[in-house]
């Protein structure tokens, strides 16, 4: 067969060499780096700061507290507040991480979960209160809950409430805010979990699977929302393997997409993906050693067509970033960006026998994983049985096994090691944050308007519960959560009070530990 | 005389749900001949004293990633305390920095690992702290 057969060029059905025509000559991709800490304000500052520096978009991190859907003075918040991301209580810290910051022209990214509606919502009434024209919000929720059961373990919910949850945001999406994704498909943190690049490659593909049969269960037609599903990759070491993981993404998506689901708009066909570097790659040992780890899986990216990219810092084995040490990570993709000269052409190693084969054994291992999971009757029945969850903990097993014995060589920890390291500097969080959180928390339930809260909190107790929502607009489905919420977060109802509704109609979800 | 299989706690405690190491770890100590008892996630300083008390374990593990330490390992230890089960030894892995390991260490803490230990000398640390323990099984 010809190759020209094989290969379309890039900006051509199936995508394998890149979803536009002119890659990144056109438009490089966006520098969004990752960040939030110790308080709404000070993650605030350090968000203007790397908007000064030259970073395109705004990516928020959330303290463990906020991903689990507690307020800061829950006592199970005690000693994270603040520790690994911003803390997020109510509409009141969104007002303060957002703070002179537009939302009609910073694009903004919120990894956020489990209560990912609650706090899009807080989002969108900032938004509201900017004056905001809503249908130019652009932006990214992370919102993939799927993956929190299979890897990363965020979970409040069980699965079936959760998807509807989700359901509601790519529905609210569709209708409100035709410029913001409602989710970012990830495999990021089932590759950080310990899976190979195939399982990464095949349970974030079938997880886009389950999210198009229930957007379309909701009565959604396929062209109407697949445009605006975006995805989330790591970028891990073995450089080639990488390459070809992002360009089998691509081609697995777009064919997916025009033969299973029949969309016809090519833009529901084309997958569109950021990308970060891997954290668990990094080492505490030599940690300046990581600056080279992330460059290297940067051009990875890069070369792999990435949309958006987040490069980690050098310190991230021993702590969240300090600011020199975000700028290096900053300062690497624009060393990539305007130094090198990979920007100029799209997908330079395609046509490569190696790295064409790679794709290919990729692909083909991909398709395996999914028959494998749609035999089970879909991702949900999977998850229920532990099976991408056992398959990534036996591929992470292995792997500690070969730095063990040597035969994986972890630069600076199984080889070439030097003792008497001295530590490098890092960002500490006191524990002033928390304190600074609970007393503002304390000042809001007293001085906003109880009653109006209490009536909001109702609302949406019985709106979860499966009643029609009095207010219900023409555009949504009558049992779309969206519009409760967005009333509830206008209270000033917390995000706990607000999960605490929705975990009395819900119920939580429990994980059966096993080793 | 008959010895009897060390018997050791593995506990995620905090609201951090990253289990690869400890699930990495609890697989490691079985593998090496000990009873491995897995808490699963999000455990509070009480639950995790509770069921090492249930599961008469002489050792418990604590994973932590999330910079909570300070927060829940002195209350791990103040429980076991109270609970005069002081003579259980108490292991911890994760992002810990060096001056917040040296004083967990000073409050009880037999060992801190952080990231890069090896298995192996993770495996002969609770081999060791179990022969060192204090506990009516190994007595």
């Known amino acids: ?515 | 005389m008959k010895t009897f299989p060390i018997r050791v706690l593995v506990a995620k405690p905090g609201l951090d749900g990253h289990d690869r190491g400890a699930r990495i770890i609890a697989r490691a100590l079985r593998d090496a001949g000990m009873e491995v008892i897995y808490t699963g996630l999000r455990q509070t300083p009480e639950m995790i004293v509770n069921a090492a008390l249930q599961e008469d374990v002489q050792v418990i593990g604590l994973s932590i990633l999330s910079g909570a330490h300070n927060a829940i390992v002195p209350r791990v230890l103040e429980l076991l305390r109270e609970k005069d089960m002081a003579g259980v030894k108490v292991i911890v892995g994760g992002i810990i920095p060096d001056e917040d390991a040296r004083e967990l260490e000073r409050q009880g803490v037999t060992a801190v690992f952080q990231p890069g230990a090896s298995l192996e000398t993770i495996v002969s640390a609770v081999r060791q702290a179990a022969e060192h323990s204090n506990t009516p099984a190994a007595k």
């Open chain 1, 1 to 515: 067969m010809a190759r020209s057969l094989l290969l379309p060029p890039p900006g051509e059905f199936p995508y394998t060499r890149g979803i536009h025509q002119s890659m990144y000559r056109g438009r490089l991709w966006t520098m969004r780096q990752f960040s939030g800490f110790s308080t709404p304000a000070e993650t605030n500052r350090r968000y203007r700061y790397l908007l000064d520096q030259g970073q395109t978009g705004i990516s928020v991190a959330f303290d463990l507290p906020t991903l689990m859907g507690y307020d800061a003075d829950h006592e199970l918040a005690h000693g994270e507040v603040g520790k690994c991301g911003a803390p997020v209580s109510s509409l009141a810290d969104v007002e303060a991480l957002f703070e002179a910051i537009p939302l009609d022209k910073v694009s903004v990214s919120m990894t956020i979960n489990s209560p990912a509606a609650v706090i899009w919502a807080m989002y969108l009434a900032v938004a509201e209160n900017q004056r905001a024209d809503t249908s130019r919000l652009s932006g990214t929720l992370q919102n993939d809950i799927l993956k929190e059961y299979i890897a990363q373990k965020e979970f409040i919910f069980p699965p079936q409430p959760s998807m509807r949850l989700v359901t509601d945001t790519i529905e609210f999406a569709t209708r409100r805010t035709p410029r913001f994704n409602p989710i970012s498909i990830s495999g990021y943190h089932i590759r950080e979990a310990g899976s190979t690049a195939v399982q990464e490659l095949a349970f974030t593909l079938r997880d886009g699977i389950e999210y198009v049969e229930w957007a379309l269960e909701r009565g959604l037609a396929v062209d109407e929302f697949a445009p605006r599903l975006s995805f989330f990759f790591n970028a891990h070491s073995d450089f080639f393997e990488e390459i070809a993981k992002y360009r089998a993404a691509r081609r697995l998506w777009a064919c997916l997409m025009r033969d299973r689901f029949g969309a016809h708009d090519e833009r529901s066909w084309k997958l569109r993906f950021h990308a970060q570097t891997a954290g668990c790659s990094l080492t505490w040992q030599q940690p300046y050693n990581n600056v080279v780890r992330t460059s290297l899986q940067a051009m990875a990216a890069v070369l792999g067509g990435a949309q958006s990219l987040h490069t980690n810092s050098l310190d991230e084995a021993w702590a969240l970033p300090g600011e020199r040490a975000a700028t290096l990570a900053l300062r690497t993709q624009q060393v990539i960006a305007f130094e090198t000269g990979v920007a100029a052409v799209p997908d330079p190693f395609g046509g490569s026998e190696y790295l064409e084969r790679l794709t290919g054994d990729l692909e083909a291992g991909a398709r395996d994983y999914i028959r494998a999971i749609d035999g089970m009757g879909g991702m949900i029945a999977a998850i229920e049985k532990g099976f991408p969850q056992g398959e990534i903990a036996r591929a992470s097993f292995e792997f500690q096994q070969k730095i063990e014995k040597g035969e994986a060589v972890v630069v600076g920890v199984n080889r070439y090691r030097v003792d008497g390291e001295r530590a490098i500097e890092t960002l500490r969080i006191d524990q002033s944050a928390e304190d600074t959180q609970i007393e503002k928390l304390r000042l809001l339930r007293k001085t906003r308007n109880n009653g109006e809260v209490e009536r909001t909190l109702n609302l949406l107790r019985r709106a979860a519960a499966g009643s029609a929502i009095p207010v219900s607009a023409p555009d949504l489905s009558s049992r779309n959560l969206m519009l409760p919420l967005l009333d509830a977060v206008r209270s000033y109802a917390t995000l706990g009070e607000i999960c605490g509704a929705l975990r009395e109609v819900f119920g939580t979800y429990q994980e059966r530990p096993n080793i």
